[in-house]
């Protein structure tokens, strides 16, 4: 499987992409009642940005991705963490009940899906986790703000613009942060047997120049990142855009989808 998350892509995720925020953790920490003996599965980890910070309240973590370049640097960013208790599998979405089998037999306590659920069979996947979790567990599809470009304030719509006219074409994937995609996580988990419940936690912060550049070359697959001597070109575009509108506050609105059994 080749998505795109390779290469000098997994490097801008890990340095530019937002974490998560110690209110997103409880809440997953609370809404699962996690313990030091439970098993949680963060499918689609990249680079750990959810695994980590949940591993501290759990026995065990497991990050699943199916690109190998993220979970090498996942694999190195808890090695820099000290955390101990994380183990890394390659593979998708699909190998989800055969680790259940091999590693937690007594169910996985938690199954977390963060900002990934878009490029899964949701319905599909949503099914088969239900004979996977213990008692009280559930599964939580988390969505980590919408991207830089779609926000309503004026950098934000500079760097809309910049984007549709490097790329030829207005850029609209939503990452399953809009409403409709909300709304199907929810319909999905429901009709999966879930008891299903939301959350948000909102913040703002305020960017870098540097911040926005990586940020956006994060979102661009392997193949259709800038090559490296066109970037001083895309870089000249964006910040002649975006400088007469600083600050570049980002409102952030993590949202979190969450169904327990
Ligand atoms: C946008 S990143 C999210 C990384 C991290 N969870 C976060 O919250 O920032 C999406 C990740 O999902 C992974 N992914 C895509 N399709 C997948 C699938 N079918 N099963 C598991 N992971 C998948 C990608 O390789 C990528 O690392």
Known sequence: MDLGFRGEVTDFYHRYRRGYPPAVVDTLVNAFSLDHDDVVLDVGCGTGQLTLPLSKHVGVAIGLDPEADMLTRARAAAN???????????????????????????????ITIAQAAHWMDHDALFRSCVPTLRPGGGLAVVTNGKPLWQHDTAWSRALYDVLSTWLGTPPRATCGTDDDSQARYRESLGSAGFTVRTAHIEYSDELTLEHVIGSVYSAFGANSLPAPDRRPVFEEMV?????PHRPFNEPVRVGLVI???
């Not at 910040?239 to 400088?243: N, S």
């Open 80 to 110: 820099e963490d000290g955390a101990r208790n994380v183990t890394w599998s390659l593979g998708s979405d699909e190998d989800l009940t055969t680790l259940h089998s091999l590693l937690a037999p007594r169910g996985f306590a938690g």
């Open 239 to 243: 910040r002649t855009a975006l400088e």
């Open 259 to 261: 169904g327990t059994r």
